[in-house]
């Protein structure tokens, strides 16, 4: 069946690094946008880095940009998430989560993993 | 780019019907036509329920439903059941390659 999961996940000090990894199975992963979405503690849904099916094209939310990369490996059907200077509000759990495509771009997800928890503090 | 505002509670009865409403701007939910719903349970992955403002993916029960109208889209759930109880997320693409979610209506099943 069609699966994301994720690992990586951890506690971390601040400023420190943290590589996620999310393992596609069941599907054509090298025909498929992915994302990265986080969940702050109590809080809603935030997209936070989107690549494309062959890896052309990445995207960042604001708050991510310069500190976070998005990239995969088609061989391995493998998402990852590269974050460096991590800060206490990087705390959430992270989805790697499946692109719907658009005209030219991805607009929402249709597959979610269970996420895996990264916690940022001191 | 501010969040899409979603009231954060709902409820109903079994039975009844309940509608969720997701509000954004011109540049995003009426600028578009790609609204999606998703559910999401308690330590769980969320789960899309409506894609495309009022496309329900294979699985769905059709007691899911979506539409929009201007700025604003709507979740309606008719025939509420115990297992509709969820946290429900809107997402709208916002142009160049964002995408913003709404702030999440916790649905509770009276």
């Known amino acids: 069946q069609v699966q994301l999961v994720e690992s990586g996940g951890g506690v971390v000090q601040p400023g420190r690094s943290l590589r996620l990894s999310c393992a596609a199975s069941?599907?054509?992963?090298?025909?498929?946008?992915m994302f990265w979405v986080r969940q702050a503690p109590g809080k809603g849904l935030e997209w936070v880095a989107v690549?494309?099916?062959?890896?052309?094209?990445?995207y960042y939310t604001d708050s991510v940009k310069g500190r976070f990369t998005i990239s995969r490996d088609n061989s391995k059907n493998t998402l990852y998430l590269q974050m460096n200077s991590l800060r206490a509000e990087d705390t959430a759990v992270y989805y790697c989560?499946?692109?719907?495509?658009?005209?030219?771009?991805?607009?929402?997800?249709?597959?979610w993993g269970q996420g895996t928890t990264v916690t940022v503090s001191s | 780019q501010s969040a899409l505002t979603q009231p954060p509670s709902a409820s109903g009865s079994p039975g009844q019907s309940v509608t969720i409403s997701c509000t954004g701007t011109?540049?995003?939910?009426?600028?578009?036509?790609?609204v999606s719903w998703y559910q999401q349970h308690p330590g769980k992955g969320p789960k899309v329920m409506i894609y495309e403002v009022s496309k329900r993916p294979s699985g769905v029960p059709d007691r899911f439903s979506g539409s929009k109208s201007g700025n604003t889209a709507s979740l309606t759930v008719s025939g509420l059941q115990a297992e509709d109880e969820a946290d429900y997320y809107c997402s709208s693409y916002a142009g160049s390659n964002n995408v913003l979610f709404g702030g999440g209506t916790k649905l509770t099943v009276l």
């Open positions: 069941g599907f054509t992963f090298s025909r498929s946008g």
């Open positions: 989560a499946r692109g719907m495509r658009g005209n030219t771009y991805y607009y929402g997800m249709d597959v």
């Open positions: 690549i494309w099916y062959d890896g052309s094209q990445e």
């Open positions: 011109s540049s995003d939910v009426g600028g578009y036509n790609y």
